[in-house]
Nanobody, 125 residues
Framework: VQLQASGGGLVQPGGSLRLSCAAS????????VGWFRQAPGKQREGVAW????????YYGNFVKGRFTISRDNAKNTVNLQMSRLNGEDTAVYYCAAVEFLVTAQGLYAEEYNHWGQGTLVTVSS
């Protein structure tokens, strides 16, 4: 599967943004898909995960109800709707996919073997 992340940009604090991860070469519903982010000088961290098949979801603790991950099977995409953004959300966001997970919650980057190129989200006034 090949992944392409899009939707990043500049947004004011408190604003919203929707990221999209488009897949080619495979049906994305078969895959576990995670969103990760990496801010300058920081390690990559897991943002959200949606499971293959039944679409269970899990989020990083810092999300606190602000983000929603979802599938659009018709478009073969996984989206990340982000709201109430703040400066700490500034980062490059990546989507990733793996067929089978060892862990239960899909937020460990080391488990993923297919990555998109990243899209920059900047939260600033």
């Amino acid at each position: 599967v090949q992944l392409q992340a899009s939707g990043g940009g500049l947004v004011q604090p408190g604003g919203s943004l929707r990221l999209s991860c488009a897949a080619s070469g495979s049906t994305l519903k078969r895959w576990n898909v995670g969103w990760f982010r990496q801010a300058p000088g920081k390690q990559r961290e897991g943002v959200a995960w949606i499971s293959a098949g039944d679409g269970r979801t899990y989020y990083g603790n810092f999300v606190k109800g602000r983000f929603t991950i979802s599938r659009d099977n018709a478009k073969n995409t996984v989206n990340l709707q982000m709201s109430r953004l703040n400066g700490e959300d500034t980062a490059v966001y990546y989507c990733a996919a793996v067929e089978f997970l060892v862990t239960a919650q899909g937020l460990y980057a080391e488990e993923y073997n297919h990555w998109g190129q990243g899209t920059l989200v900047t939260v600033s006034s």
